[in-house]
């Protein structure tokens, strides 16, 4: 049972342009959203998240959209760097007992920008 | 660079045998979290510990298992070992474990290789 889940494996996006990873989410108890970005032999990276009483949150080129409602976020990256190629991965926050909270994540996506 | 570390990078062994990875955290940092993430797949959470105490538990096999030193490096080991194991194994460190917002560093991985 997925509970978040990035239905696109590869996006590949033309430099300058917008590039749009979505990713949508089951469990209506998570309430903190977060991307990472991973390059290839690396550790993924912390590189945006959203709380979800917000519905964006925006850091430089980077944006974060939640809509609750449709239990669907998005990251907008403007414009896209070919430095921006990687797998991107978004995953939800929960609480998971003893207070502690775990991360869920996703396949994860690989944005391909082509210069 | 994270400051998380995982030793080793590579490892390759045979089905039934055991093995040890390994982990430091950032300084700092109490909350140890490893994953796997396996071909075509996100990151599967497997274990948490915090501060020596394992605080929250995934999808971890029996034959797996997991712990915190004093010094709070944590090691992860695989016993029995199935073709199946082969995997990305990653380690990740936070300063806090009872926290919504939840940013964790990840390491650069362990690969492991069973044949």
């Known amino acids: 049972d997925q509970q978040v889940k990035q239905n696109s494996p590869s996006l590949s996006v033309q430099e300058g342009r917008i590039s749009i990873l979505n990713c949508d989410y089951t469990n209506s108890m998570f309430d903190y959203f977060l991307w990472y970005k991973k390059y290839p032999a690396e550790g993924p990276t912390f590189l945006i998240s959203?709380?979800?009483?917000?519905d964006k949150n925006e850091d430089g080129r980077f944006t974060v959209f939640l809509n609750k409602s449709a239990k669907h976020l998005s990251l907008h990256i403007v414009p896209s760097q070919p430095g921006d190629s990687a797998v991107y991965f978004c995953a939800a926050s929960g609480h998971s007992g003893a207070g502690s909270y775990q991360l869920t994540f996703g396949k994860g996506t690989k944005l391909s920008v082509i210069p | 660079d994270s400051g998380v570390t995982q030793t080793p990078k590579h490892l390759i062994t045979a089905t039934g045998q055991r093995v040890t990875l390994r982990c430091s955290p950032r300084?700092?940092?109490?909350?140890v979290y490893w994953y796997q993430q396996s071909l075509d797949q996100g990151l599967q959470f497997l274990i948490q510990?915090?501060?020596?105490?394992?605080?929250a538990k995934g999808n971890i096999l029996e034959r797996f298992s997991a712990q915190q030193f004093p010094d709070l490096h944590s090691e992860l080991n695989l016993s029995s070992l199935e073709l199946g194991d082969s995997a990305l194994y990653f380690c990740?460190?936070?300063?806090?474990?009872?926290?919504?917002?939840?940013?964790?560093?990840f390491g650069p991985g362990t690969r492991l290789t069973v044949l």
């Open positions: 510990y915090y501060n020596g105490e394992e605080r």
């Open positions: 990740a460190s936070s300063v806090l474990s009872g926290a919504l917002y939840n940013e964790q560093f």
């Open positions: 300084s700092g940092d109490l909350s």
């Open positions: 959203i709380s979800s009483i917000k």
